[in-house]
């Protein structure tokens, strides 16, 4: 099993950055791809930024230029430097990686519970 613990969220003005940590901790043989999705109130969940074990990125379109994703694989951690803000970047930012584990030995998605993000206007 693979415990993700999020990290950095919170209230924030619009224009202003926060960096957001998520650390995951268990049995873990190896992580593949790690990334970052948010749900604000009523809509999907959708991602925000994730990064391959080569280190490129894919990012939403909405964040492209403002958000950064990077991972030290070293901690088990990805980061997403966010820059920028915006109040409909408000939502719960969720962790998400594919890890292989010493209980499964095959690929499993894991997910954090999630950390809050407000920008005011």
């Known amino acids: 099993q693979v415990q993700l613990v999020e990290s950095g969220g919170g209230l924030v003005q619009a224009g202003g950055s926060l960096r957001l940590s998520c650390v995951a901790s268990?049995?873990?043989?190896?992580?593949?791809?790690m990334g970052w999705y948010r749900q604000a109130p009523g809509k999907q969940r959708e991602l925000v930024a994730r990064?391959?074990?080569?280190?490129?990125?894919d990012y939403a379109h909405s964040v492209k230029g403002r958000f950064t994703i990077s991972r030290d694989d070293a901690k088990n951690t990805v980061y997403l430097q966010m820059n920028r803000l915006k109040p409909e970047d408000t939502a719960v930012y969720y962790c998400?990686?594919?890890?292989?584990?010493?209980?499964?030995?095959?690929?499993?998605?894991?997910w954090g519970r999630g950390t809050q993000v407000t920008v005011s206007s």
């Open positions: 998400n990686v594919d890890a292989i584990t010493i209980m499964t030995m095959s690929v499993v998605e894991y």
């Open positions: 268990g049995s873990i043989l190896s992580i593949n791809t």
């Open positions: 990064i391959f074990t080569d280190s490129s990125t």
